[in-house]
């Protein structure tokens, strides 16, 4: 653990935080953060802005697509992918390498969460339609390589929850698709895209499923924010979260 992000409600609180560390660690001080793993921070008065611009054209200069055009939809219409799409790549680490690339975009981008989850599926054996879509997922942020989360400083500290699911969407287990965002104001704070664990029998089913899901995560995010001990503790497990995912990337 090398980078580490300090916040905190004041200046002096983080500036005591510093001196408490000096004494037992080295550190060096780079002041407000505006680079960090690959995600750009940008601050004003109304708030602040996360994207991973940079992070999106080092993908694109990798995988040799820095003059492709940009892809109006994450995903072609009406694709249908399988185990049995075709013949398995001579070089599945390529495919692997995007996809974790990929994961970690959706940091600051969960409109290609779906499409992620879709192709993590094919990871242990990876076709060449496989690739090709994954591919056609990153030509859809490099037109829009600027988006990214915005957090405002002014807050109400309200919680909202949207959901929904798509019943029996995977054709090869039958089961349905959890998906739900959770805002803090106005501000999005957690978002997930998941099949479900067992095969739901009806809509209804499936809807509940995801509605359980969804309060799970309420009850927690209140919690953590009731607690301010809790809440120190999930940003150095986030660091630490982000700090691992960069090295297998």
């Known amino acids: 653990m090398d980078d580490l992000l300090i916040t905190g409600n004041t200046l002096a609180s983080i500036a005591q935080l510093k001196q408490s560390l000096q004494p037992a660690y080295t550190i060096k001080d780079l002041g407000l953060a505006r680079y960090f793993l690959g995600i750009e921070i940008s601050r004003s008065f109304a708030g ?31 694709l249908k992918l399988s185990s049995i799409s075709g013949p398995s790549m001579t070089n599945p680490e390529s495919y692997r390498r ?13 409109d290609i969460s779906y499409a992620v989850q879709h192709l993590s599926q094919f990871l242990h ?23 990214g989360l915005f957090y405002s400083a002014s807050c109400d500290f309200l919680l909202t929850a949207y959901c929904d699911a798509d019943w029996g969407s995977c054709q090869f287990s039958a089961r349905s698709l959890t998906g739900y965002c959770v805002f803090l104001g106005s501000s999005l704070v957690s978002w997930k895209t998941k099949k479900q664990k067992t095969v739901a029998k009806s809509s209804a089913e499936a809807e509940y499923r995801v509605m359980s899901a969804t309060t799970s995560e ?16 999930c940003l150095l497990l986030c660091i630490v979260t982000i700090k691992q995912l960069s090295t297998l990337l």
């Not at 996360?50 to 072609?76: E, H, V, W």
């Not at 927690?220 to 809440?231: F, H, I, N, V």
């Open 48 to 78: 602040t802005f996360l994207n991973q611009r940079k992070y999106i054209l080092d993908i694109l200069t990798d995988a040799g697509m820095t003059g492709c055009k940009s892809a109006k939809f994450f995903l072609p219409h009406g």
């Open 98 to 110: 995007l996809i974790g690339c990929l994961v970690y975009l959706t940091l600051t981008r969960p």
């Open 125 to 147: 054996d990876p076709a060449e339609p496989h690739y090709q879509a994954a591919l056609h997922v990153l030509r859809y942020p490099k037109g829009r390589a600027h988006k």
């Open 218 to 233: 309420l009850e927690w995010l209140a919690q953590l924010l009731q607690d301010s001990t809790s809440l120190y503790t």
